[in-house]
């Protein structure tokens, strides 16, 4: 489990680093359908990219220390289910978004709950070692 629940960390770091880099190099041309928004728009994207950059980072850190905190895991995929649910309220608020934001909203509601088990998983794999 504990195998599978890093390359899963490194994954999803190396995705969010991947996508604030294009979103704060970008800025808001990398939005589907808000090319033409202003510079307001295009800042906040800009800052939020940043952001999330670090989110993707702290995954990466996570992932690399041993034993993996399954309470860092806790909170990175907590943040990751509140986002989702951030987007699942637009959605209810202002109607269907771009496609692929509802792709995004989807895996953002779906795969918190599978890092909780693993991290859970992880837990009681080290505490029966620990124990043998």
Not at 10 to 33: E, F, N, R
Not at 88 to 99: C, D, E, F, K, R
Request: hydrophobic share 50%; glycine share 16%.
């Amino acid at each position: 489990m504990t195998g599978l629940l890093r390359g899963l960390l490194i994954v999803m770091g190396v995705a969010c680093t991947a996508i604030g880099a294009v979103h704060l190099v970008t800025g808001v041309g990398s939005v589907p359908g808000e090319g033409l928004a202003g510079a307001t728009v295009d800042s906040r994207e800009r800052f939020y990219g940043a952001i999330f950059m670090g989110y993707g980072l702290a995954w990466i850190h996570v992932a690399r220390q041993s034993p993996i905190p399954a309470r860092a895991v806790r909170w990175l995929a907590g943040l990751l289910l509140l986002g989702g649910g951030g987007r699942l309220l637009s959605l209810l608020s202002h109607g269907s978004p771009h496609w692929f934001q509802v792709v995004l909203t989807g895996t953002e509601l779906l795969l918190p709950p599978l890092f909780l088990w693993l991290a859970t998983a992880g837990e009681t794999e080290r505490k029966g070692a620990s124990t043998g």
